[in-house]
């Protein structure tokens, strides 16, 4: 109980309140709502979440029921406040768990997720993923957003236009550690493959060079003068 009430709920539905009155329909405002798989990760911890799921998988699909209503909560509290996408972080990364996992304790769950949440859903899991790709672009979500373990072009090839992609530009090493020109070889990897969304592919490195993130939108603007010309 008065879980959208805590201060730190607040201060995210606020802030997407205050940005919806400033920009207005000019840009989107991106909210993120946790999916129940990640949020079971931090619930009962990453190891024994995992074994669970090994040994006792009904316990472990009734443990995801539980906290989809969260992800839920929480997703439509951003809609009313003002978000015109969410993200939906799920980690079932091919780090951690096998391609099987996704289909056997998550789809359906997704695809409820875009029943549910009236705006364009997100998908983002970290990590190698190209061997469940086919099954999350059967969940409904509008697009998801991969991890650079993934090179554009097999990851176009796993989903079959069957979902938009969002990515995947490498954040510790481009974009942390690297220079524009750089930045602007792994857009135009990802546009000459045809993924419809260029962004980094997870949380920014708060010391990252402000002109290699503008470098990714400027390596945009190259490709397609490019493209145009030839």
């Known amino acids: 109980s008065g879980f959208l009430e805590h201060r730190d709920n607040v201060a995210i539905t606020r802030s997407i309140n205050i940005l919806k ?32 799921s090994i040994d006792d998988p009904e316990e472990t699909r ?3 029921r539980k906290l989809m209503d969260i992800t839920i909560l929480f997703g439509q509290a951003q809609i009313d406040s003002g978000a015109d996408v969410l993200v939906v972080p799920d980690h079932a ?5 096998s391609g099987k996992y996704y289909d056997e304790f998550l789809l359906h769950l ?5 029943e549910e949440l009236k705006v364009p859903l997100i998908l983002h899991i970290c990590g190698r993923t190209v061997d469940r790709m086919p099954s999350i672009a059967k969940s409904g979500m ?11 072009q097999e990851a176009m090839d ?31 990897d990802c546009l000459n493959a045809g993924v419809q969304l260029i962004a980094p592919e997870c949380a920014i490195p708060l010391k990252t060079k402000s002109e290699n993130l503008i470098a990714i939108t400027e390596g945009i603007t190259d490709w397609l003068e490019e493209t145009q010309n030839k």
């Open 93 to 97: 990364t091919g780090d951690l768990v």
């Open 142 to 152: 509008a697009a998801f957003h991969f991890d650079s373990k993934n090179a554009p």
């Open 62 to 64: 009734e443990i995801l």
């Open 158 to 188: 796993a989903v079959n236009n069957k979902i938009s992609l969002v990515g995947n530009i490498n954040n510790p090493e481009t974009l942390y550690s690297k220079d524009v020109d750089d930045v602007k070889k792994e857009v135009f």
């Open 110 to 114: 997704h695809q409820e997720l875009v």
């Open 21 to 52: 009155d400033e920009v207005k329909d000019e840009v989107a405002i991106f909210g993120k709502t946790m999916g129940p798989w990640t949020l079971a990760y931090h619930v009962f911890g990453v190891e024994p979440f995992l074994l669970k």
